[in-house]
Protein backbone atom coordinates (compact mmCIF):
# COMPACT_ATOMS: atom_id res chain seq x y z
CA UNK A 1 0.00 0.00 0.00
CA UNK A 2 1.27 3.43 -1.00
CA UNK A 3 1.33 6.37 1.70
CA UNK A 4 -1.78 7.53 0.23
CA UNK A 5 -3.69 4.55 0.80
CA UNK A 6 -2.19 4.22 4.21
CA UNK A 7 -3.62 7.52 5.31
CA UNK A 8 -6.70 6.98 3.12
CA UNK A 9 -7.93 3.72 5.40
CA UNK A 10 -6.62 5.06 8.59
CA UNK A 11 -9.01 8.52 8.07
CA UNK A 12 -11.74 6.17 7.57
CA UNK A 13 -11.55 4.44 10.43
CA UNK A 14 -10.93 7.49 12.87
CA UNK A 15 -14.09 9.37 11.00
CA UNK A 16 -16.04 6.11 12.75
CA UNK A 17 -14.64 7.21 16.32
CA UNK A 18 -15.61 10.79 15.49
CA UNK A 19 -19.16 11.99 16.78
CA UNK A 20 -20.44 15.28 18.10
CA UNK A 21 -23.15 13.25 20.41
CA UNK A 22 -20.53 10.59 21.92
CA UNK A 23 -23.48 9.22 24.84
CA UNK A 24 -26.03 8.68 21.77
CA UNK A 25 -23.29 7.25 18.71
CA UNK A 26 -20.97 5.16 21.22
CA UNK A 27 -23.55 4.49 23.75
CA UNK A 28 -22.43 1.23 25.61
CA UNK A 29 -18.73 2.34 25.77
CA UNK A 30 -19.49 5.89 27.23
CA UNK A 31 -21.77 3.85 30.13
CA UNK A 32 -19.25 1.47 30.58
CA UNK A 33 -16.50 4.19 31.10
CA UNK A 34 -18.74 5.72 33.18
CA UNK A 35 -19.47 3.22 35.41
CA UNK A 36 -15.64 2.12 35.21
CA UNK A 37 -14.84 6.14 36.65
CA UNK A 38 -17.31 5.61 39.42
CA UNK A 39 -15.72 2.51 41.03
CA UNK A 40 -12.53 4.11 41.04
CA UNK A 41 -13.55 6.66 42.81
CA UNK A 42 -15.51 5.07 45.19
CA UNK A 43 -11.96 3.13 45.50
CA UNK A 44 -9.90 6.38 46.36
CA UNK A 45 -12.49 7.26 48.99
CA UNK A 46 -11.61 4.06 51.14
CA UNK A 47 -8.25 4.50 50.49
CA UNK A 48 -8.03 1.81 47.48
CA UNK A 49 -6.16 3.52 44.95
CA UNK A 50 -5.59 1.46 41.73
CA UNK A 51 -1.71 1.38 40.56
CA UNK A 52 -2.70 1.04 37.00
CA UNK A 53 -5.10 3.64 35.60
CA UNK A 54 -7.63 2.58 32.85
CA UNK A 55 -7.15 4.07 30.12
CA UNK A 56 -9.55 5.66 28.16
CA UNK A 57 -10.14 6.06 24.19
CA UNK A 58 -9.05 9.44 22.94
CA UNK A 59 -9.47 10.21 19.17
CA UNK A 60 -7.77 13.10 17.66
CA UNK A 61 -9.94 15.63 15.79
CA UNK A 62 -11.00 15.54 12.25
CA UNK A 63 -12.82 17.34 10.14
CA UNK A 64 -16.01 15.73 9.53
CA UNK A 65 -17.00 15.57 5.70
CA UNK A 66 -20.11 17.18 5.08
CA UNK A 67 -20.68 14.95 2.23
CA UNK A 68 -19.61 11.36 1.86
CA UNK A 69 -19.98 9.49 -1.10
CA UNK A 70 -22.01 6.19 -0.85
CA UNK A 71 -21.52 4.54 -4.23
CA UNK A 72 -18.58 3.79 -6.09
CA UNK A 73 -17.86 4.91 -10.03
CA UNK A 74 -15.89 2.20 -11.98
CA UNK A 75 -14.88 2.62 -15.29
CA UNK A 76 -17.07 1.10 -17.66
CA UNK A 77 -19.41 -0.32 -15.34
CA UNK A 78 -23.42 -0.02 -15.95
CA UNK A 79 -24.71 2.51 -13.29
CA UNK A 80 -23.15 2.87 -9.65
CA UNK A 81 -21.95 0.30 -6.62
CA UNK A 82 -23.44 1.30 -3.25
CA UNK A 83 -20.86 0.76 -0.54
CA UNK A 84 -21.34 0.36 3.35
CA UNK A 85 -20.01 3.31 5.21
CA UNK A 86 -20.43 4.85 8.83
CA UNK A 87 -22.19 7.65 7.48
CA UNK A 88 -24.19 5.63 4.90
CA UNK A 89 -24.71 1.97 6.25
CA UNK A 90 -26.52 -0.09 3.89
CA UNK A 91 -29.73 -1.41 4.56
CA UNK A 92 -30.28 -4.43 6.24
CA UNK A 93 -32.94 -6.70 5.36
CA UNK A 94 -36.32 -5.84 7.72
CA UNK A 95 -36.52 -8.99 9.95
CA UNK A 96 -40.21 -7.91 11.01
CA UNK A 97 -42.93 -8.97 8.61
CA UNK A 98 -45.15 -6.29 7.24
CA UNK A 99 -48.10 -8.34 5.87
CA UNK A 100 -51.72 -8.23 7.15
CA UNK A 101 -52.56 -10.03 10.50
CA UNK A 102 -54.20 -12.88 9.04
CA UNK A 103 -51.48 -13.89 7.17
CA UNK A 104 -48.78 -13.78 10.35
CA UNK A 105 -51.56 -15.75 12.27
CA UNK A 106 -50.67 -19.08 13.55
CA UNK A 107 -47.16 -18.55 12.85
CA UNK A 108 -44.85 -18.88 16.19
CA UNK A 109 -41.93 -17.39 14.49
CA UNK A 110 -43.78 -14.51 12.75
CA UNK A 111 -44.83 -14.00 16.50
CA UNK A 112 -41.43 -13.71 18.38
CA UNK A 113 -40.25 -11.50 15.78
CA UNK A 114 -42.93 -8.88 16.25
CA UNK A 115 -42.67 -9.18 20.34
CA UNK A 116 -38.84 -8.90 19.91
CA UNK A 117 -39.29 -5.90 17.41
CA UNK A 118 -41.98 -3.99 20.15
CA UNK A 119 -39.10 -4.70 22.99
CA UNK A 120 -36.34 -2.94 20.53
CA UNK A 121 -39.16 0.25 20.13
CA UNK A 122 -39.65 -0.15 23.84
CA UNK A 123 -36.14 -0.09 24.69
CA UNK A 124 -35.39 2.97 22.49
CA UNK A 125 -37.88 5.01 24.48
CA UNK A 126 -36.31 3.85 27.82
CA UNK A 127 -33.03 4.90 26.80
CA UNK A 128 -34.54 8.39 26.12
CA UNK A 129 -35.89 8.51 29.51
CA UNK A 130 -32.80 7.04 31.14
CA UNK A 131 -30.57 9.65 29.28
CA UNK A 132 -32.84 12.52 30.77
CA UNK A 133 -31.69 10.88 34.31
CA UNK A 134 -28.06 10.49 33.46
CA UNK A 135 -26.22 11.97 36.35
CA UNK A 136 -28.46 10.27 39.14
CA UNK A 137 -30.00 7.09 40.09
CA UNK A 138 -33.07 5.55 38.31
CA UNK A 139 -36.38 7.34 40.16
CA UNK A 140 -39.81 8.09 39.43
CA UNK A 141 -40.13 10.82 37.01
CA UNK A 142 -41.10 14.48 38.04
CA UNK A 143 -40.94 16.88 35.22
CA UNK A 144 -44.08 16.40 32.71
CA UNK A 145 -41.97 15.73 29.66
CA UNK A 146 -40.84 12.75 30.96
CA UNK A 147 -44.23 11.43 32.91
CA UNK A 148 -45.61 11.73 29.69
CA UNK A 149 -42.22 9.94 28.27
CA UNK A 150 -42.98 7.18 30.83
CA UNK A 151 -46.73 6.93 30.46
CA UNK A 152 -46.61 6.12 26.95
CA UNK A 153 -43.77 3.75 27.57
CA UNK A 154 -45.98 1.97 29.82
CA UNK A 155 -48.93 1.76 27.42
CA UNK A 156 -46.97 0.32 25.18
CA UNK A 157 -45.88 -2.56 27.24
CA UNK A 158 -49.02 -3.03 28.83
CA UNK A 159 -51.57 -2.37 25.52
CA UNK A 160 -49.13 -3.37 22.78
CA UNK A 161 -52.33 -2.48 20.19
CA UNK A 162 -54.12 -5.41 21.72
CA UNK A 163 -57.99 -5.78 21.17
CA UNK A 164 -59.00 -6.44 24.83
CA UNK A 165 -57.69 -7.32 27.77
CA UNK A 166 -57.00 -10.93 27.68
CA UNK A 167 -54.81 -10.05 24.57
CA UNK A 168 -52.88 -7.45 26.11
CA UNK A 169 -51.83 -9.96 29.68
CA UNK A 170 -50.76 -12.44 26.74
CA UNK A 171 -48.85 -9.34 25.46
CA UNK A 172 -47.11 -8.48 28.39
CA UNK A 173 -45.90 -12.43 29.26
CA UNK A 174 -44.64 -12.93 25.95
CA UNK A 175 -42.24 -9.54 26.56
CA UNK A 176 -41.77 -11.24 30.18
CA UNK A 177 -40.99 -14.73 28.00
CA UNK A 178 -37.76 -12.85 26.27
CA UNK A 179 -34.69 -12.21 28.31
CA UNK A 180 -34.33 -8.71 26.72
CA UNK A 181 -38.24 -7.74 28.06
CA UNK A 182 -37.27 -9.01 31.78
CA UNK A 183 -34.45 -6.68 31.39
CA UNK A 184 -36.53 -3.88 30.04
CA UNK A 185 -39.35 -4.20 32.91
CA UNK A 186 -36.58 -4.51 35.31
CA UNK A 187 -34.98 -1.07 34.20
CA UNK A 188 -38.18 0.78 34.04
CA UNK A 189 -39.85 -0.07 37.11
CA UNK A 190 -37.62 2.21 39.24
CA UNK A 191 -38.94 5.17 37.04
CA UNK A 192 -43.04 4.32 37.11
CA UNK A 193 -45.31 5.66 39.58
CA UNK A 194 -46.14 3.48 42.57
CA UNK A 195 -49.86 2.64 41.05
CA UNK A 196 -48.29 1.96 37.57
CA UNK A 197 -45.54 -0.58 39.16
CA UNK A 198 -47.69 -2.03 41.91
CA UNK A 199 -50.15 -2.86 38.31
CA UNK A 200 -47.00 -5.17 36.95
CA UNK A 201 -46.24 -6.86 40.03
CA UNK A 202 -49.68 -7.89 40.37
CA UNK A 203 -49.56 -8.83 37.00
CA UNK A 204 -46.48 -10.95 37.17
CA UNK A 205 -47.56 -12.47 40.47
CA UNK A 206 -50.66 -13.65 38.96
CA UNK A 207 -48.84 -15.41 36.03
CA UNK A 208 -45.84 -16.53 38.61
CA UNK A 209 -46.15 -20.30 37.70
CA UNK A 210 -46.10 -19.60 34.12
CA UNK A 211 -43.76 -17.16 33.97
CA UNK A 212 -41.33 -19.59 35.61
CA UNK A 213 -42.05 -22.36 33.72
CA UNK A 214 -41.09 -20.03 30.57
CA UNK A 215 -37.76 -19.14 32.45
CA UNK A 216 -36.07 -22.55 32.55
CA UNK A 217 -33.86 -21.81 30.19
CA UNK A 218 -32.98 -18.00 30.37
CA UNK A 219 -32.72 -18.30 34.41
CA UNK A 220 -33.16 -14.30 34.28
CA UNK A 221 -36.08 -13.58 36.13
CA UNK A 222 -33.79 -12.98 38.97
CA UNK A 223 -33.22 -9.55 37.55
CA UNK A 224 -36.84 -8.42 38.13
CA UNK A 225 -36.63 -9.44 42.28
CA UNK A 226 -34.61 -6.10 43.35
CA UNK A 227 -36.77 -3.97 41.94
CA UNK A 228 -40.16 -5.57 42.24
CA UNK A 229 -39.37 -5.84 46.21
CA UNK A 230 -39.47 -2.05 46.28
CA UNK A 231 -43.14 -2.16 44.89
CA UNK A 232 -43.80 -4.93 47.46
CA UNK A 233 -43.37 -2.28 50.39
CA UNK A 234 -46.45 -0.14 48.86
CA UNK A 235 -48.84 -3.02 48.82
CA UNK A 236 -51.81 -2.43 50.85
CA UNK A 237 -52.99 -6.39 52.79
CA UNK A 238 -55.62 -6.09 50.00
CA UNK A 239 -53.58 -6.12 46.89
CA UNK A 240 -50.81 -8.27 48.91
CA UNK A 241 -54.05 -11.13 48.77
CA UNK A 242 -54.97 -10.49 45.34
CA UNK A 243 -51.58 -11.19 44.80
CA UNK A 244 -51.16 -14.12 46.67
CA UNK A 245 -54.42 -15.60 45.65
CA UNK A 246 -53.91 -17.18 42.00
CA UNK A 247 -50.94 -19.09 43.64
CA UNK A 248 -53.31 -21.09 45.79
CA UNK A 249 -55.80 -22.23 43.49
CA UNK A 250 -55.39 -25.43 41.74
CA UNK A 251 -55.95 -24.68 37.74
CA UNK A 252 -58.53 -26.81 35.73
CA UNK A 253 -57.47 -30.22 34.63
CA UNK A 254 -54.14 -30.08 37.34
CA UNK A 255 -53.39 -31.39 40.39
CA UNK A 256 -50.25 -29.59 41.02
CA UNK A 257 -50.96 -26.00 42.80
CA UNK A 258 -49.16 -23.23 41.38
CA UNK A 259 -47.29 -22.51 44.60
CA UNK A 260 -45.65 -26.34 44.15
CA UNK A 261 -43.83 -24.48 40.90
CA UNK A 262 -43.02 -21.20 42.47
CA UNK A 263 -41.33 -23.00 45.31
CA UNK A 264 -39.39 -24.63 43.31
CA UNK A 265 -37.70 -21.73 41.41
CA UNK A 266 -35.29 -19.41 42.71
CA UNK A 267 -37.05 -15.78 41.87
CA UNK A 268 -40.73 -17.83 42.23
CA UNK A 269 -39.66 -18.62 46.24
CA UNK A 270 -38.17 -15.31 46.39
CA UNK A 271 -41.13 -12.93 45.88
CA UNK A 272 -43.25 -15.51 47.18
CA UNK A 273 -41.37 -14.86 51.11
CA UNK A 274 -41.22 -11.22 50.16
CA UNK A 275 -44.58 -11.06 49.70
CA UNK A 276 -45.03 -13.33 52.88
CA UNK A 277 -42.87 -10.87 54.63
CA UNK A 278 -44.76 -7.89 53.62
CA UNK A 279 -48.15 -9.05 55.20
CA UNK A 280 -46.12 -10.06 58.53
CA UNK A 281 -45.28 -6.57 59.15
CA UNK A 282 -48.68 -5.10 57.60
CA UNK A 283 -50.47 -7.61 60.05
CA UNK A 284 -48.18 -6.83 63.24
CA UNK A 285 -48.84 -2.71 62.43
CA UNK A 286 -52.14 -2.82 62.40
CA UNK A 287 -54.51 -4.81 64.71
CA UNK A 288 -57.30 -3.94 63.17
CA UNK A 289 -56.98 -6.51 60.36
CA UNK A 290 -57.16 -9.63 62.95
CA UNK A 291 -60.72 -8.35 64.20
CA UNK A 292 -63.25 -10.03 62.71
CA UNK A 293 -62.03 -8.89 58.91
CA UNK A 294 -62.45 -11.37 56.30
CA UNK A 295 -58.92 -10.17 54.48
CA UNK A 296 -57.58 -11.57 57.53
CA UNK A 297 -59.17 -14.96 57.36
CA UNK A 298 -58.09 -15.57 53.78
CA UNK A 299 -54.52 -14.69 54.86
CA UNK A 300 -54.43 -17.13 57.93
CA UNK A 301 -55.91 -19.77 55.03
CA UNK A 302 -52.95 -18.78 52.58
CA UNK A 303 -50.10 -18.92 55.08
CA UNK A 304 -51.47 -22.55 56.83
CA UNK A 305 -51.57 -23.79 52.89
CA UNK A 306 -48.23 -22.37 51.70
CA UNK A 307 -46.63 -23.81 55.12
CA UNK A 308 -48.37 -27.45 54.01
CA UNK A 309 -46.63 -26.99 51.16
CA UNK A 310 -43.18 -26.22 51.66
CA UNK A 311 -43.33 -28.68 54.58
CA UNK A 312 -44.66 -31.09 52.30
CA UNK A 313 -42.09 -30.81 49.67
CA UNK A 314 -38.50 -32.56 49.65
CA UNK A 315 -35.68 -30.15 50.54
CA UNK A 316 -34.12 -31.11 47.55
CA UNK A 317 -36.79 -29.44 45.34
CA UNK A 318 -37.02 -26.35 47.74
CA UNK A 319 -35.43 -24.07 45.84
CA UNK A 320 -32.73 -21.68 47.25
CA UNK A 321 -34.26 -18.10 48.45
CA UNK A 322 -32.09 -14.84 47.25
CA UNK A 323 -32.99 -13.53 50.43
CA UNK A 324 -34.56 -15.07 53.36
CA UNK A 325 -36.83 -12.41 55.64
CA UNK A 326 -36.02 -12.60 59.41
CA UNK A 327 -39.93 -12.68 59.94
CA UNK A 328 -41.17 -15.60 58.17
CA UNK A 329 -40.51 -18.52 60.46
CA UNK A 330 -42.19 -16.19 63.23
CA UNK A 331 -44.96 -15.44 60.82
CA UNK A 332 -45.92 -19.72 60.25
CA UNK A 333 -45.41 -20.15 64.23
CA UNK A 334 -48.66 -17.80 64.65
CA UNK A 335 -50.58 -19.92 63.05
CA UNK A 336 -49.63 -23.73 62.51
CA UNK A 337 -48.54 -25.76 65.29
CA UNK A 338 -45.11 -26.64 66.73
CA UNK A 339 -44.74 -29.93 64.88
CA UNK A 340 -45.18 -28.27 61.71
CA UNK A 341 -42.55 -25.50 62.56
CA UNK A 342 -40.39 -27.98 63.02
CA UNK A 343 -40.91 -29.78 59.38
CA UNK A 344 -40.64 -25.93 58.16
CA UNK A 345 -37.61 -25.49 60.17
CA UNK A 346 -35.92 -28.87 58.53
CA UNK A 347 -36.90 -27.70 55.11
CA UNK A 348 -35.47 -24.38 54.98
CA UNK A 349 -32.42 -25.43 57.02
CA UNK A 350 -32.48 -22.15 58.93
CA UNK A 351 -33.24 -24.09 62.30
CA UNK A 352 -29.92 -22.38 63.48
CA UNK A 353 -31.76 -18.93 63.76
CA UNK A 354 -33.64 -19.79 66.53
Sequence with gaps: M???E?????????????????RLDDYYYQKYYQKLEKKQADDELLGR???VESLKLVTPYIQKAEAYESVVRIEGSLGQVAVSTCFSPRRAIDAVPHGTQEQEAGAAS???LRVLHHIEKMFLQL?????????????PCYSEQQSKQVEKLFLALKTQEQ?????????FLQVLSVRKGKALVARMLPFLPQNQ?????????????LLVRRDVADQALQML???LGRCISHLTFHELLQGLQGLTLLAPGSSERPVTVVLQNQFGISLLYALLSHGEQLVSLDSSLEKSNSDYTTWTDMVVLIAWEIAQMPTASLAEPLTFPSNLLPLFCHHVDKQLVQQLEARMELAWIY
Design 225 to 227: FKP
Design 127 to 139: LEIEEGQKDGPPQ
Design 163 to 171: NNLEEAADG
Design 49 to 51: KNK
Design 110 to 112: SQR
Design 6 to 22: KDWVIKVQMVQLQSENP
Design 2 to 4: TRK
Design 197 to 209: AVSLLLAITHHLP
